[in-house]
């Protein structure tokens, strides 16, 4: 039997896609305890789960980056409050170590200072990354600019020229503040954000196929599980089951990052269309000043697995959670990326056929409700999508990824 410990960040769409894997880890004989935010203790101890709650120092550092301006200022105002939060996520990762004394850690990948407390500590760990993988190999675009993948020899140059760019540019806005951690527990500096990926004994990816590229040179610490859904349980709404055309579902992201809009420009571009539209708005339900009426229904929230076996789109910001459980549904998608992996999130889900996306600057109404019946024409190409995934998916992936840590293969994987 081994003891895991598994920290997340505070953010929803960070905590649920594990939630599959810990529970089969503990169906084969292990003992989990997962430290999380309040709204998710008695949920996942419902389940079954062993759960404490991250220090309330952790919960009071607020994400900012959607007030910035523009890309850049996004991405270094983000990294500035993550590493803020990392002064509090690290110390408190250390505490539950005390309390629960595990054979293996398993970090959330943007717990910045529960990152740093695990490499320093003597125990295995592996990062927990619910996204895409920012790692360069062959064929693989630059991460974050929503590049088209080739092969061609052109391609080829693209690639090598602009994944130097990217890895400077991320390094300037992340490298200060991991640093700034990295001394603090007693660890030389990053050279390169890259460095992120080769500091615990494996990586657990939560995607694959095809939202993953096909990869032919991935180190063998870095493991591709694939999409994870999990939903808090909650009875089925009957309304749901009333009589009339399909829906479209558009969300905004459960943490919060000003996308609103997104809801307002679709209840315009889908008023007058053969479809019922259900908003679910999470924490931009008091600001967006909407209301249910005509064929929109506004909720704050409503657990997707219930609606998108009824929904013939999905109109969201491009959050790694809803387009997976999208995908893994075959349902098409509308993605509006408004930052963080967001952009490349996008470009994954159009090569894949699953759906098409919009830049933010170009929304308006009428190229929304043309995108809409866009992506609803994909829809054979989005079910084709969900059996590869489905293919490259499941809870057993991720058990066997997280004890890969505690066998003898992964020496030497952390430099």
Known sequence: MTRFLAYTAPATGHVLPLVPGLLELQRRGHEVHVRTLPALVEPLRAAGL???LVAP???EVEITDFRAGSDTERLRSGQVDLVQRGHHDGPDLADAIAATDPDVLLVDAIAYGAQTVAEASPLPSAMLLPSVLPWP???IPPYGLGLKPGLGPLTRVRDAVLWKVVERM???AMLPGLNELRREAGLAPYRSPLEQYTSHDAVIVLTGEPLEYLRSDLPGHIHLVGAQPWDLPSDRPAWLDEPGD?????????DYQGDEDLARLAVEALRDQPVRVLLTLADAFDGAGLASGGNVRVERFVPHGHVLPECVAVVCHGGFGIVSKAMAAGVPSVVVPFGRDQPEIARRVTEAGAGVSLRP???TPERLR????????LTPSARQAAEVLRAHSGADRFAEAALSVTSSEVSGCRT
């Open 137 to 139: 190999g062959r064929g």
């Open 370 to 377: 043309a995108a809409v019946a866009e992506a609803r024409a």
């Open 170 to 172: 991320f390094g300037k």
């Open 57 to 59: 120092e952790v919960m």
């Open 361 to 363: 600057k170009q929304l």
């Open 246 to 254: 399909p829906w479209v579902l558009v969300t905004c992201s459960t």
């Open 50 to 52: 062993s759960v404490s």
